[in-house]
C-alpha cells in the first residue's frame, strides 16, 4: 500500500530553526509537495521537489532524496505566523496527490 | 496564480436535507477538479475526482448515490451532499491542477464547512 509518515506535532521557538521530515512508499513517484494549512484554511503550496536536492525560497526550503524515500521541510527564522500544519504530499504513478496527516507545529515565543 | 473559489464557504443544515457545493476555476480552465474531506486534526482524504463531460470517479469506501458531483463545465464542479446526516459535518475542499504546467500542481478553494444538525 501507499504510505507517508510524518510527525504528528512539533514545538519550537520563534526565530529558531525547525525541520519536518516525512518518509514515503508509494506506487511510482512524479514529485513531492509541502503544503501549510492554517486551522479552518485551505493548505496553500510551499514547494514542489522532483530531483534530488534542496530547494530554496526564502525562509522556507525543501530537501529530497528520492532513493531514501525521504524529504524534509526546512523553516528558518521561526515567526509566530508560522504555527500551522505543514502537509507532505506525493504524487504518484497516476498523477494522483497521496497525503501525509500532516504536522502540526506549535511556535512559542 | 491560479485562482480556485468555493460556495458557500460555510453551511449549516437540518439533518436528511441536501447540500450543493461549488467549486470554481476563477482564471484557468480545469478539465479535472477532486473533492476532498477533511476531519479534524486529520490529513485531506480524497472523496472523488471530478471530470469535465464525463462521470467522477469516487474512491473506495465514498458513497456515489450520496455524494452527487457533476463537473458541466471547465470552470465549475459540483457537490452535493444528499440526505445529510450529522456525520457528514466536515471541511470539504475541492482543488484543481492548472494544466500546462511541467507538474501538476493543485490550487485549492478555501473550503466549506458544513454543519449537519
Known amino acids: 500500500g501507499q504510505n507517508i509518515d510524518q510527525p504528528t506535532e512539533m514545538t519550537a521557538t520563534e526565530g529558531a530553526i525547525v525541520q519536518i521530515n516525512c518518509t514515503y512508499q508509494t506506487s511510482g513517484f512524479n514529485g513531492l509537495f509541502w503544503y501549510q494549512q492554517h486551522a479552518g484554511e485551505a493548505p496553500t503550496f510551499l514547494s514542489y521537489?522532483?530531483l534530488d536536492g534542496l530547494e530554496e525560497k526564502g525562509r522556507f526550503s525543501s530537501f529530497l532524496s528520492r532513493s531514501k524515500g525521504y524529504s524534509y521541510l526546512l523553516l528558518k527564522e521561526l515567526q509566530m505566523k508560522d504555527s500551522a500544519s505543514y502537509l507532505c504530499?506525493?504524487?504518484?504513478?497516476?498523477?494522483?496527490?497521496?497525503w501525509g496527516a500532516g504536522t502540526k507545529l506549535i511556535i512559542k515565543p | 496564480g491560479a485562482v480556485v473559489s468555493q460556495h458557500p464557504s460555510w453551511v449549516i443544515c437540518k439533518s436528511g436535507t441536501s447540500v450543493k457545493i461549488e467549486c470554481r476555476s476563477l482564471?484557468?480552465?480545469?478539465?479535472?477538479m477532486f473533492w476532498y474531506r477533511q476531519f479534524p486534526k486529520q490529513s485531506l482524504m480524497l472523496m472523488a475526482t471530478?471530470?469535465?463531460?464525463?462521470?467522477?470517479?469516487?474512491e473506495q469506501g465514498v458513497e456515489k448515490d450520496k455524494f452527487l458531483i457533476n463537473h458541466a463545465s471547465l470552470t465549475l464542479s459540483t457537490l452535493t451532499v444528499t440526505s445529510a446526516h450529522p456525520e457528514d459535518s466536515s471541511f470539504y475542499i475541492c482543488s484543481a491542477p492548472e494544466a500546462g504546467l511541467t507538474y501538476n500542481e493543485q490550487f485549492f478553494g478555501p473550503g466549506t464547512r458544513l454543519t449537519v444538525l
Open positions: 482564471d484557468f480552465q480545469a478539465t479535472t
Open positions: 521537489n522532483v
Open positions: 504530499a506525493v504524487l504518484d504513478s497516476n498523477y494522483q496527490l497521496i
Open positions: 471530478s471530470n469535465e463531460g464525463s462521470k467522477a470517479t469516487y
